[in-house]
């Protein structure tokens, strides 16, 4: 079955960085383009970035454009998310979500998430 | 850019009760073009619907999805209790970006 497994999340200092890790397990993950969403603590979702399945582009939402950077290894099935100067702003769950392109898009499998708090 | 308005913000039902959540984006789209997501407390977003209407694998059918014309909606036929929860709308926008309402959170009342 299809596994999400988030880690790597932690309470960091503001204007640090921090790397979460995706391990994707059950399905053939070079063949999904892969996302990152967070939720604020009691506030709504929030898409992240989108990295496609082979690598070949990627894209971010405005809050992060320029700190964050999304990548995979599809030789570890792994999906990563390195995130540079954070802000208390950052604070929130991170999950990552696999993405399905069909007449519409949509992300059919979650993570548990990865909780990151950014606090001096 | 779009931007997704659900509406109401909270809807306080009793288990049993209909329940109609909607979702206005703010530009025309695909009548395809949207999804639902469920959000207990504590847990991750569980997907619903697809493509506006499709439901997801093992979703019961008491959930189903639309498209009025002016707004998508998702209708919960009857609820059961594990049906009070939070429910966002998502559609992938222009320039590869992936947008989601506020919720709709979905309360006993």
């Known amino acids: 079955q299809v596994q999400l497994v988030e880690s790597g999340g932690g309470v960091v200092q503001p204007g640090t960085s921090l790397r979460l890790s995706c391990a994707a397990s059950g399905f053939t993950f070079s063949t999904h383009g892969m996302h990152w969403v967070r939720q604020a603590p009691g506030k709504g979702l929030e898409w992240v970035a989108i990295i496609w399945h082979d690598g070949g582009a990627q894209y971010y939402g405005d809050s992060v454009r320029g700190r964050f950077t999304i990548s995979r290894d599809n030789t570890k099935n792994t999906l990563y998310l390195q995130m540079n100067s954070l802000r208390a702003e950052d604070t929130a769950m991170y999950y990552c979500?696999?993405?399905?392109?069909?007449?519409?898009?949509?992300?059919?499998?979650w993570g548990q998430g990865t909780l990151v708090t950014v606090s001096s | 850019e779009t931007v997704l308005t659900q509406s109401p913000g909270t809807l306080s039902l009793s288990p049993g009760e209909k329940a109609t959540l909607s979702c206005r984006p703010s530009q025309d789209s695909s009548i395809s073009n949207l999804a639902w997501y469920q959000q207990r407390p504590g847990q991750a977003p569980r997907l619903l619907i697809y493509d506006a209407s499709t439901r997801a694998t093992g979703i019961p059918d008491r959930f189903s999805g639309d498209w009025s014309g002016t707004d998508f909606t998702l209708t919960i036929k009857r609820l059961e209790p594990e049906d009070f929860a939070v429910y966002y709308c998502h559609q992938y926008g222009s320039a590869h970006r992936f947008i989601f309402g506020p919720g709709t959170k979905v309360e006993v009342k």
């Open positions: 979500a696999r993405g399905i392109v069909g007449p519409g898009y949509y992300f059919d499998y």
